[in-house]
């Protein structure tokens, strides 16, 4: 079992949508957890760190759940500039070395 | 303008060459890491630094070296011994001073094999 497993998507989406990805996570001692963006050819930059009572930015909601290991991002409204591939970042059980998903690809459509 | 710079942007090896990717950054970050990430995976860690002049490898190592003589600078030289070098090599700090830091990641190195 992978790490961290993400569905690769694409997720096709018209301009103005809701679209939730979902990550799991093998190791149930991780203690961080994070969402980040990637622009093709680019480098990942943080969207949003995922708390434990679950978080809002904006248009962006973050869930956790450490009972079942799993990671979520809502995304309201989607924008054509939201595409990207979106990637779920863990600690490696309670260390600092981060393991990253291969990414969830998402594309909004006008 | 704060951050990580990496360079070059682009870089070409030939068989049996070393090459060194640079890595500087100016957020007075004590941590540092090196990823490769190749089409279709997530990122790899090669090797990371926490202090100067000490530095641990990561999960792929093999065919790769660092050094961290200064807190600025992490390089990263992928050597000949690295039989599949062509991928996206990415820079990365992050600042130890809490719980539940992000790392932020330079613009990139892509290398590809002459």
């Known amino acids: 079992r992978k790490e961290v497993e993400q569905d690769p998507g694409p997720f096709n989406v018209p301009e103005g949508a809701t679209v939730a990805f979902n990550c799991t996570y093998s190791?149930?001692?991780?203690?961080?957890f994070f969402w980040y963006r990637q622009d093709c050819r680019k480098e990942p930059k943080l969207l949003m760190s995922?708390?434990?009572s679950g978080n809002e930015d904006g248009r962006f909601t973050a869930q956790l759940n450490r009972a079942s290991q799993y990671i979520s991002l809502l995304i309201r409204d989607s924008k054509l500039s939201d595409s990207a591939t979106y990637l779920c970042?863990?600690?490696?059980?309670?260390?600092?070395?981060?393991?990253f998903g291969t990414g969830t690809r998402l594309q909004v459509f006008p | 303008d704060g951050g990580i710079t990496q360079s070059p942007k682009y870089l070409f090896r030939k068989e049996g060459q070393n090459v060194t990717l640079s890595c500087e950054q100016n957020?007075?970050?004590?941590?540092m890491y090196w990823y490769r990430q190749d089409p279709g995976q997530g990122l790899r860690l090669i090797y990371y630094?926490?202090?100067?002049?000490?530095?641990q490898k990561g999960d792929i190592a093999e065919g790769y070296s660092v050094s961290r003589e200064k807190k600025e600078s992490f390089p990263l030289t992928v050597t000949s011994a690295q039989k599949n070098p062509t991928a996206f090599y990415l820079c990365?700090?992050?600042?130890?001073?809490?719980?539940?830091?992000?790392?932020?990641f330079g613009d990139g190195t892509r290398l590809s094999i002459l």
């Open positions: 970042v863990v600690t490696r059980g309670d260390t600092d070395k981060l393991i």
């Open positions: 190791n149930s001692a991780s203690q961080s």
């Open positions: 995922v708390y434990s």
């Open positions: 957020l007075n970050h004590d941590a």
């Open positions: 630094s926490q202090i100067v002049n000490d530095f």
């Open positions: 990365a700090t992050d600042d130890r001073t809490g719980y539940n830091q992000p790392q932020h």
